[in-house]
């Protein structure tokens, strides 16, 4: 497996993490995810991000997780690894377990008790020295879960600082105005890394207008991400904001706070991507009143696609 750099570019979906309806991780879905993340054209994967229900995990069936996902991408695109840890102990033995089983880097999001300027740039010159000089890492800028606020200068700061950071996940909301400082930068000098934006999607073409690279992010039908992003860098934005808007509705729907997940891996299922919907608890459930919101969706989706296809 290569490992990630600046010049990562494309569409890194956030996988879910399959589970069996009894709570315990199925594997053979595993497998089935991955193989429908690469028809549709990711370009890389991350998992056990946040969407991945990493936290609901042992450090046993994280491990065996990754390996089974790694084993089944076999080197074809890269694939990231979030190790995020509320201490450096667990995240440094966990990224040495995911880069020895072939990972290609790993994200790390900063914990919520970071807050000064001062205090976030340490924090990341920590998690260099952690991970070590052969590790290239992800800062993951999420301040709507993680309440940490990151500006721009910081971010050029740890950039400057720490050689090992080679993509942002840009997940910041409102942001667009960050990645335009960030590329005004590396356009004066500062070194130029990967970003790829988050939010489920909802602002892809902006980001994209604003010099995002693609997208690290998840979306049932993942396949808009990876169109628009390859019809934006064809040169035809009009068309790319076209095909975003036939799935923006159902994207929408899919960013409800609490009940994303659930929404995901139910369509996830519908499309055979996994076996069973079921998230590990604490998890929230649909009802029918949510399951025929999510057809009727879809359904126009489909028709709109036919429409500009």
């Given amino acids: 497996m290569s490992l990630l750099t600046e010049d990562a570019k494309g569409v890194y979906v956030i996988a879910v993490t399959p589970f069996k309806d009894n709570g315990e991780l199925d594997l053979p879905s595993t497998d089935r995810m991955v193989d429908f993340y690469l028809e549709k054209g990711a370009s890389g994967l991350t998992i056990l991000g946040m969407m991945g229900e990493a936290p609901k995990l042992t450090a046993d069936e994280s491990r065996t997780f990754v390996r089974r996902v790694l084993a089944r991408v076999a080197g074809r695109v890269p694939t990231v690894v979030g190790v995020s840890a509320p201490g450096f102990a667990a995240m440094g033995e966990l990224s040495a377990s995911v880069m020895g089983d072939g990972a290609s880097g790993v994200m790390v999001a900063p914990p919520s008790t970071v807050r ?122 009009e068309r790319a904001r076209d095909i975003f808007d036939a799935y923006l509705p159902l994207a929408r729907y899919e960013q409800q706070p609490g009940h994303g997940l659930a929404i995901r891996k139910h369509i996830l299922a519908k499309r055979g991507a996994i076996a069973s919907a079921a998230a590990r608890k604490p998890a929230s459930a649909l009802s029918n009143a949510d399951i025929a919101e999510i057809e009727s969706l879809i359904s126009r989706q489909e028709r709109r696609l036919k429409e500009i296809n």
């Fill in 116 to 237: 000064t300027d001062d205090q976030i740039i340490s924090y990341y010159r920590m998690v260099a020295d952690t991970l070590g000089p052969n590790t290239p890492f992800v800062l993951q800028d999420f301040p709507l879960s993680t309440t940490v606020q990151i500006s721009p200068q910081v971010i050029l700061k740890i950039v400057e600082n720490q050689s090992t950071c080679v993509m942002l996940k840009h997940e910041d909301w409102p942001g667009l105005a960050k990645i335009t400082a960030l590329r005004k930068a590396s356009g004066a000098g500062s070194r130029r890394i990967s970003i790829l934006a988050g939010n489920g999607g909802l602002f892809l073409p902006e980001e994209l207008g604003r010099g995002a690279d693609g997208a690290m992010t998840g979306f049932g039908y993942p396949e808009m991400m990876v169109d628009v992003c390859k019809t934006f860098a064809a040169g035809d934005a």
